[in-house]
């Protein structure tokens, strides 16, 4: 997801389907329902109180499991200056996240901070490494990272090599440029291999937000420099790309071309216009997508209608992104200024202000 400074153009979504909210079972495979869960143990660690639909204080975990929540995902970077979603705090809330008997995907950002179409940075220890160094960087971190989560007995169900990488990661070698996957695929043969050697079971994802775009032109790429991966993700904001239609065609097109289980890796829609801190959100339209406002009817029937539409195309599962990252004190959104920075996703949680659930708020079966 790209934060901090957003440059996307916004998409009129005017084509929108409003697909009704029961769903249609359409694939024999396990339904991912998921959470990116990424900053709820600092928000925990900050005192943040959470409570169900009747206004009960409970853990966030056994709340979104009520609301049909069966997989987390965390995101991992790799030295980041707040101390937050590295390898020692991933590895404590892995331990959490099983205990509550939910599947786990870990997602590689190879980073010291956010990774997304619009910058895939290298972390500082890797500053001065060329292809043939990084690529072992990949090999030896992934491995490292996923061996310490199984010695704990947390093995990740998944891992993600690579946050939306539209045009590869690791820049400048990684980049993909002129059409050039090269290095892209030498870097992607290496987190897969280390996540086999770690533990065959692990599916290994590749992530684009691509789903507005050539999506084909991506894993074409990849898969012609001998690039292997188990799930095909996107990313799917109506805001940004489009039509729900328009997803529905490049779900089904990626499924059928690819052979691979589809996700959506990230959605998510506001429930208000409001900020509830001193940073502007991401998305402060009284109506982002049209047929659905910005309140909490929207935002459930926005993702119901995600969950549906997706479905319908093929995929295997949606993951709602960061649910219960509301506006807390000392949680922001920048790495290196944690404690002052605000949250400019508060609004697109599914926790309002004061921790409560939006009571009508279902991740689908």
Not at 52 to 75: C, E, H, M, T, W
Request: aromatic content about 10%; glycine content about 8%.
């Amino acid at each position: 997801m790209k934060l901090g400074k957003v440059t996307a153009v916004l998409a009129t979504a005017a084509a929108l389907l409003t697909a009704p909210t029961e769903v249609v079972a359409v694939t024999a495979d396990p339904i991912m329902q998921g959470a990116d869960v990424s900053t709820l143990q600092r928000a925990a660690d900050l005192g943040a109180k959470y409570y169900d639909a009747n206004g009960v204080q409970a853990d966030p975990l056994d709340i979104l499991k009520s609301a049909g929540v069966n997989y987390a995902r965390l995101r991992i970077w790799n030295n980041p200056r707040s101390g937050y979603n590295n390898k020692a705090k991933v590895l404590q809330y892995a331990r959490t996240v099983k205990a509550k008997g939910l599947k786990l995907m870990v997602d590689f950002h190879y980073s010291d901070t956010w990774a997304d179409p619009g910058k895939q940075y290298k972390p500082a220890a890797w500053a001065n490494h060329g292809i043939g160094q990084l690529q072992t960087d990949v090999y030896n971190y992934t491995y490292d990272v996923c061996t310490s989560l199984k010695a704990q007995g947390t093995t990740p169900d998944s891992v993600q090599i690579g946050n939306e990488i539209n045009t590869g990661m690791l820049w400048p070698e990684g980049r993909v440029s002129n059409g050039n996957f090269t290095n892209l695929g030498l870097l992607l043969k290496a987190g897969y291999n280390a996540t086999k050697a770690c533990n065959a079971d692990t599916q290994v994802v590749v992530h684009t937000a691509r789903v507005a775009s050539n999506a084909r032109w991506f894993y074409d790429g990849i898969r012609a420099q001998g690039v292997r991966w188990d799930i095909t993700a996107l990313s799917y904001y109506c805001y940004w790309h489009g039509s729900m239609s328009g997803m529905a065609g490049v779900v089904s097109d990626v499924k059928a071309r690819y052979g691979k289980p589809v996700i959506l890796a990230e959605t998510a829609y506001p429930y208000t216009t409001a900020n509830h801190d001193r940073t502007a959100n991401v998305m402060s339209s009284a109506q982002p997508c049209s047929g659905y406002s910005a309140s909490q009817s929207g935002q459930q029937a926005n993702f119901a209608a995600v969950q549906n539409t997706a479905r319908r195309a093929g995929a295997t599962g949606v993951f709602y992104w960061e649910p219960t990252w509301y506006a807390v004190p000392g949680n922001g959104w920048n790495p290196a200024d944690i404690n002052n920075s605000g949250n400019e996703w508060e609004n697109q949680a599914v926790f309002d202000r004061n921790g409560r659930i939006n009571p009508s708020i279902r991740w689908l079966p």
